[in-house]
Structure formats: C-alpha cells, structure tokens
C-alpha cells in the first residue's frame, strides 16, 4: 500500500479563491509529515512540516496544513491564490526511525486571473 | 546561509555513455542524499550517506549507479552506462543528521537527458 497518497495530480483554481490540496497516508507509528513545493525548473522548497507539536500547522506563503489522525490526512490549504503560488506540490511521510521520507506522486497547481 | 549546491544543473548524453553529478551539502550536514526524481513523479531516495559511510542504498541500480562522498562532504553520483529510463531530475539534498522528522534541504537538482 502507498504510504503516501495525493488525491488529483492536477488542481485548477482562480486568483483569490481557496487553494485545498489533498493528502492521506497510511502509518502503524506517528508519522511526520511534511509539505514541499517545487517551481518550474528547481528544487524542492520545504513548505511545512508536522512533528507533533501541533495539528495545525503554518508554513511559509500563507499556506498551512492540519493534521488529522482520525482521517489519516494532512491537506494543504491557503485562504486566497496567488498566481506565483502555480507550482508542483508534494506531500512526504516519514513513518519514524528506520523508515525514510516517502513522496507522494505531487499534485500540479493551476491559478487563473 | 548556503544551501546546497549542485552541478552540471543540465546534462545531454548518449545511450551508454557515462555522467557524472556533483554535490556540496549545506556546512555541517552529516547527512546527504541523492533522490532521483522521473517526470510526473515524486523523488525516489537513490542513497543515503550518514557522513561518508552509506545508510542506504537499496534503491540504487547497482549495475550502473555509483555513488560516494569522500572525507564526508561532497559527494558525487556516476551513472555508467546510461539508459534511456535514467532521463530525470538528480536532486542531492542535506540534513544535520538522518534522524527521522529532521528537514531535509534539497539542491535545484541536476536535470539529465539520456537520447
């Protein structure tokens, strides 16, 4: 089974509307989880990340994430779109010590003036 | 503060020839990896380093990917011979150590055409 599933590989929304993208896994130990963004032609950005301390969490660029263990996911979600938020974003899982961070397959965001 | 650094960040081969990649991780980083990431795809860890000694290599195609990183710091990831399915992004990327939950910094990564 995936460890990590993104639902819709590419998301298409207007400036100024919410941004919801979609995150599940699947972990027997607590995980950390964690959100990057990768633009055209770069690396991978760490967006945010959860290590417990907190369910919701709050990244960088308006985004933030909320961590619900009863539904085992994570979504990513920002208020209001920007056109420079178009980008690749990818959810990852690390499932504790003696596991490696895991990518999932990345959803592709869209934002239409 | 620097991060990490990679080169060349493009690379044109023939089938069968051979590539080499680069990577200096950010000061201080014991741990470096080498993530191979295929178009449409999320990145595939290819090897992990805990300074020079490696934690992990179970998803390296041994037959032709070679990879070290000598007294610790920089490393470097070989692909002989090239097939046409290695055509991806190479990212190397760092963390102070491989503890699980620590951020792990990626480089803008190596982009390699195999024709």
């Known amino acids: 089974a995936q460890s990590v599933t993104q639902l819709g590989s590419h998301v298409s929304v207007s400036e100024g509307a919410l941004v919801l993208l979609r995150c599940n896994y699947s972990?027997?130990?607590?995980?950390?989880l964690f959100w990057y963004v990768q633009y055209p032609n770069q690396g991978l950005q760490l967006l945010l990340k959860?290590?417990?301390?907190?369910?919701l969490v709050k990244g960088i660029n308006g985004f933030e994430a909320e961590f619900k263990k009863s539904e085992t996911s994570f979504h990513l979600t920002k208020p209001s779109a920007h056109m420079s938020d178009a980008a690749e974003y990818f959810c990852?899982?690390?499932?504790?010590?003696?596991?490696?961070?895991?990518f999932g397959t990345g959803t592709r965001l869209a934002v239409r003036p | 503060e620097a991060g990490v650094a990679q080169s060349p960040r493009y690379k044109i081969i023939e089938k069968r020839q051979s590539v080499a990649f680069w990577c200096n991780p950010i000061?201080?980083?014991?741990?470096l990896y080498w993530y191979q990431q295929i178009l449409g795809q999320g990145p595939k860890l290819l090897i992990q380093?805990?300074?020079?000694?490696?934690?992990?290599d179970s998803q390296l195609p041994k037959d032709r990917f070679s990879a070290e990183r000598l007294k610790g710091v920089d490393s470097t990831l070989k692909i002989q011979p090239a097939k046409l399915e290695d055509s991806a992004v190479y990212l190397c990327?760092?963390?102070?150590?491989?503890?699980?939950?620590?951020?792990?910094?990626f480089g803008e990564g190596s982009w390699l055409t195999v024709v």
């Open positions: 990327a760092s963390s102070l150590s491989g503890t699980a939950g620590n951020t792990i910094y």
């Open positions: 972990s027997s130990v607590p995980p950390y």
């Open positions: 959860y290590t417990s301390a907190a369910t």
């Open positions: 990852a899982v690390w499932r504790g010590s003696g596991d490696k961070l895991t």
């Open positions: 000061s201080g980083h014991a741990t």
């Open positions: 380093f805990q300074n020079n000694g490696v934690v992990d």
